[in-house]
């Protein structure tokens, strides 16, 4: 990542669980220049593996001359607590032992991530936020931001995500941290263990993202073979690929978190929740998408006051919101009408 800025609070952080952080760090970027009444202030939340800066992970859609452009956008995106890119998380040094917290970093849910992200809010002196964008535990984190503090928030686009998570999906995290479980290496005393378990959960996590359309298309072998598919070498450079630039009790961490997410919890549940929240939104899903299927989207958006729901056509399943680039630009762009192509140089 290039151009991150740290945060740091030395307050001791409460999480939902009662267990108290003794300090809070979160890695966050902005892009271009901030209005003086912050009308133009975009909040991207960033997905499960992603960073802080979201040019890396989604380049097709924030950038100079895209959806959400730093020459009229002042773009705000900040790492997830519990995650390895900055901040407090796993991989991040315990001050009372002074080494790395690992095993012994605390469950965090959705909600500790979003009062994280309002301690940053407050310390940049915002007061209201123009747009928030954010799919899958992005998705997750905007609505329950939303959800406590109503009015914060103009407007959302909310993408392949939900108001809790469902058992389908808490399967498939739980599958993954089987995965990591069986990886004797994970409670090695370093930030290497628990590599092989990360290669396991990721590729069993790809089988949740796409479609068996998906892999008919990308992953057919071109002639007959015994061995060396391409399917099965695809897997395993995804779980290489992860366990190169991922932390494995951060995935463990993050997962947990995003089973944690209802928030509906404490508020007399989802439906109270959703009427709680002023701001207008545009909720979208993907035809395809078998973790975070259509259903969950038309909840959020029957339950808001001000809400519409739209839907990308793809082949790629949850992972679609990475893929169609075109059709959400379109759909964002006749959303939030102020975002025609901007002009002039940073």
């Not at 392949?160 to 399967?171: D, F, K, L, M, Y």
């Not at 545009?282 to 006051?305: T, Y």
């Amino acid at each position: 990542m290039s151009d991150v800025q740290m945060f740091k609070s030395h307050e001791p952080f409460e999480l939902e669980s009662g267990v108290q952080l003794p300090c809070l760090e979160t890695a966050w970027t902005a892009r271009g220049r901030r209005a003086a009444d912050d009308s133009n202030i975009v909040w991207i939340f960033h997905a499960l593996t992603a960073n802080a800066e979201p040019r890396d992970w989604w380049p097709d859609m924030v950038g100079v001359g895209k959806t959400f452009d730093p020459r009229r956008d002042y773009i705000i995106c900040a790492n997830v607590l519990g995650s390895c890119y900055g901040g407090s998380g796993p991989a991040s040094v315990n001050p009372a032992s002074g080494r790395q917290y690992l095993a012994d970093f605390p469950l965090v849910t959705i909600r500790d991530m979003v009062r994280a992200h309002d301690l940053l809010r407050r310390r940049l002196g915002i007061k209201q936020i123009a747009l928030g964008v954010g799919a899958s535990l992005g998705g997750q984190q905007a609505l329950e931001w939303a959800a406590t503090m109503p009015d914060l928030f103009s407007r959302l686009v909310l993408i392949s995500t939900n108001a809790e998570h469902s058992p389908w999906g808490r399967a498939f995290n739980a599958t993954q941290r089987m995965a990591l479980e069986a990886d004797e290496s994970l409670h090695g005393a370093g930030p290497e263990g628990g590599h092989r378990g990360l290669m396991a959960a990721r590729a069993a996590a790809m089988l949740s993202y796409r479609t068996y359309e998906s892999f008919a298309r990308t992953q057919a072998d071109v002639a007959s073979v015994m061995h060396n598919y391409r399917a099965d070498s695809y897997q395993r450079y995804q779980g290489v690929k992860l366990a190169h630039r991922f932390n494995a009790w951060s995935y463990y961490r993050l997962t947990q978190a995003m089973d944690s997410h209802d928030i509906g919890r404490g508020r007399g549940g989802v439906e109270a929740a959703l009427a709680r929240i002023e701001a207008e939104a545009l909720l979208v899903g993907c035809n395809s998408d078998g973790l975070f299927p259509p259903a969950e989207q038309r909840r959020i958006a029957a339950g808001l006051k001000q809400a519409r729901y739209v839907e990308i056509t793809s082949p790629y399943g949850h992972d679609g919101f990475l893929v169609e680039s075109l059709q959400l630009h379109n759909l964002i762009k006749n959303f939030v009408p102020e975002l025609a192509p901007a002009t002039g140089e940073l």
